[in-house]
């Protein structure tokens, strides 16, 4: 059975903003080139999808000009580059025919943030009926502001305040629920790669 490798928003737009400094995995892109390289080894699809925001006037908008994968990574001219504007790669996107036109059932999904984009997506294809695999390492996401603080404060501020939930918690947390609740089987990417080298 073919696989297919999903890299979801490891995108430009993510470093323009203030709280790229609390990321939790900023060398995120060398991880995701490590994934690919084994996804192509083993001629397996590799699909990359980008978040996009028209007429915001933020980062995410494409008149931003940040709409676009981080540099470092990878990316062949072969390979499809999906742009959702969903939450899930799935829902705006034509990622599920695709995938169909391949065969594929199997999934590996990696990306920004982790508990969004990445885990939306893995729970999406779960309910798809697609074999998901989550790659906890190899994903990245932020501090998350408790509810009832105020909206304007810095990153400093917010990695200040014993209320905000720090991006490890979030990323330990998402995969706790995702592999516990059986939408995915959770893997670090020396764990996927040694599996991916040895089929």
Known sequence: MRKALIVIDVQESFRRREA???????????????????????????VWVLHSEPGTGGVFDPDSGHVHLMPELDRRDDEPLL?????????????????TQHGIRELRVCGIRSEQC????????????????????????????????????????????????????????????LADRGFATVRTVAELVGTMTRS
């Open 83 to 99: 742009v959702k504007t969903s939450i899930n790669a799935f829902t705006t996107t034509n990622l599920a025919q695709l995938l």
């Open 118 to 177: 990445v885990e939306t997506t893995t729970r999406v294809g779960f309910d798809l009926g697609y074999d998901m695999t989550y790659v906890v390492d190899a994903t990245a996401t932020f501090p998350i502001p408790h509810p009832d603080a105020p909206r304007d404060r810095t990153i400093a501020e917010i990695l200040a305040d014993p209320r905000t939930t720090q991006a490890d918690a979030v990323v330990a947390h998402t995969a706790l629920v």
């Open 20 to 46: 790229w400094q609390a990321v939790n995995n900023p060398d995120i892109t060398d991880r995701v080139n490590t994934l690919v390289a084994a996804a192509r080894a083993d001629v397996d699809l590799v």
